[in-house]
């Protein structure tokens, strides 16, 4: 059927009465042939309108369709086609009763069905229902669906004036738009101006006014209705305050009983008062008053439309909420939690979590940290709101080290946050067993409050806080595989498929700068290591060397040295040491000292191996030092030998060469040293051999 199209933007546009993207009246080659038109003839003229040989045959190409547009054509082929297609008919008239009024709806259809779901309309939906005259009496039902039928028309033409709109629409060109919508008006005999210049008049005063422009003043003598201004601010004062909450009916026998004295007209009716605070241009002089400010801030302070990342790692969310599942806690009562949760704005995956009686420091410390382990890339913007522990981050410069740009969002203002939106859906969509609390308080919708009914009567079957975390990861793991509702992939292969090159990998010591903490205070190294204090707590370390012995040679360098203790919390396992200087230097890695059983009865074989081997250590340790000492004593003459004293034998050794016992002599020692010479070479290797091929796994002590 002969037909409007919009031309496609395509290179297939062989035409010079409209161009790609425009609107334009098409027949098709069969319908030509259907004509009488030669279709050998007619394929000829195509091609040569291809190839700029004539200009009579303008087309362009859908597929494999070819759509000849009408103007174009010789006069005699348009004579032909009304004459055969359109009854005789010119295009404008034929349209008309061929499917112009269809096509429009087609194309406004979408976006007037959007509008029964605006705020705006609903209210001024509802002010043409609960209008008044000053008489009290209502509006007719006819005249009702005749102010609603317009109302509804306005609003959608209120919405869709851009020309960004209009192109969605498949329109070029506005004045084509603006055609279609008198004719659609006239077609559907809505009650509005069909001149352009007046219909964007009447426009303009509904978003100023609203609905109240519609009805016509001749209608009920309405201007009998009209508050003077005195009397109206008179009204929003008395109605705003919140000293005393007044309603419609009691604001009305108060104004009639002052009336006379103010010289204003008595009302007839409550629904005057009530039709004249729910103008749209008085209804914002209260709202906030008597709703409060944060109410009157999200339905009339403007709002940004924002465009999400266009990859991972690019904006975290982070926020705390509730667990919103029942469990029973130690004491046998219905309880719930807190969860932390560090979202990645362009993907909606969770990315760490952590649960705990209230939203504090430590669970926003652990969700980060899992995040970050689990991104393994800081994010180049961090956004959080101000509650919390986050003070405490912010104070020791946390969040700065985790991203680029750390923003606090602004407070109340949920809307700005999308991880809000996103537990909304998380909660309603996922979160769907019978122990779920609810969402939020305000929620009005059945379908997301609890069933105490039946959680009360099993109580005894709710399950502890372990398997109600286990019941929650389920959830969050469906949550981050479902499909993003944007791009229809799911959640976490769009976050692993993503690549951010703003983003910066983490590394070990990113790790340790981020969430290992450091003791308060220095520590001193002894020989019984290093000591700190955790949640009071003691823990004990010592640095080892590359075999897993205890590091003698360190420790006698070290003792009574300081050292800041840098450690993990979640693993005690291994700490850093670090010079107490301006720089604060590494030193060293640490891990548990290496304890014994005291009992002999309590001792395994590589206790016993361990003890020897510790034994025999510090034995030559002691020769060593002492010899070192005595050594640096010989050369600069400062040795007891050298003045005619005797040196005291080193306690406790047991030397087969009794001498020792004497060292008066030069000659003494160096028999001491030959005996403790071989204890090294033969003895000391023994124990040292024994310890390396135990069969029992030393490494326990490493990697605990």
Known sequence: MSQYRNIPDTDKCYSEVAKSGERVFCVTVPELVSCGVSETYMKRGISAQRNGEVYCWPHHKEGNTVYIHYEGLKDKYKALIRSVLMDGKDIAEWY??????????????????????????????RFIQDYAFADGSALSAELAKKYRDALVWIAFLSKVRDKKTVLEMGYARAGVFWDDVEFALRSKSISLPKVYTKLQAKIREYIRRGAVCLISEKIGNTSAVKITDEAGEWLIAHFASPVERMTVERLFVLYNSVAGQMKWKPLVSSRTIQMFLNRPDVKPKWYGMRYGELKAKEKYVRQHKTVLPTCRDALWYSDGTKLNLYYLDEKGRIATCQVYEVMDAYSEVFLGYHISKSENYEAQYNAFKMAIKFAGYRPYELKYDNQGGHKRLQTGNFLEKVARLSINTAPYNGKSKTIESAFGRFQSGFMSGWNFTGQNITTKRLESKANMEFILANKNNLPNLENAIKQYLQYRTEWNNARHPKSGIPRLQMYRDSVNPKARKIELWDMVDLFWVRSAKPVTYTNAGITIR?????????????????????????????????????????????????????????????????????????????????????????????????????????????????????????????????????????GYEKEMSNLDELDLAEEYDKYINSKIDFDKYKDL
Not at 103 to 124: K, S
Not at 581 to 610: C, G, M, N, T, W
């Open 96 to 125: 008309a009763v061929n499917g112009r009024l269809n096509d429009i709806m087609n194309r406004f259809n979408p976006y007037i069905n959007a509008v029964y779901n605006d705020e705006d309309y609903i209210e001024n939906d």
């Open 534 to 670: 955790i949640n009071n707590q003691k823990y004990t370390y010592e640095v080892f060397t590359e075999k897993g012995l205890p590091d003698t040679a360190f420790m006698l360098r070290n003792i009574d040295r300081k050292f800041y203790v840098y450690y993990d919390p979640d693993d005690l396992d291994n700490v850093k040491l670090f010079s107490v200087d301006k720089d604060s230097r590494f030193v060293a890695d640490a891990r548990p000292y290496i304890e014994v059983h005291r009992a002999k009865q309590d001792q395994d074989e590589l206790d016993a191996s361990f003890i020897k081997y510790q034994e025999l250590e510090g034995k030559r340790q002691r020769v060593e030092m002492m010899q070192r000492t005595e050594d640096l004593m010989k050369k600069y003459g400062t040795h007891p030998e050298q003045n005619g004293l005797n040196m005291p034998p080193i306690k406790g050794l047991n030397m087969k060469n009794e001498k020792c016992k004497n060292r008066s002599v030069p000659v003494e020692i160096g």
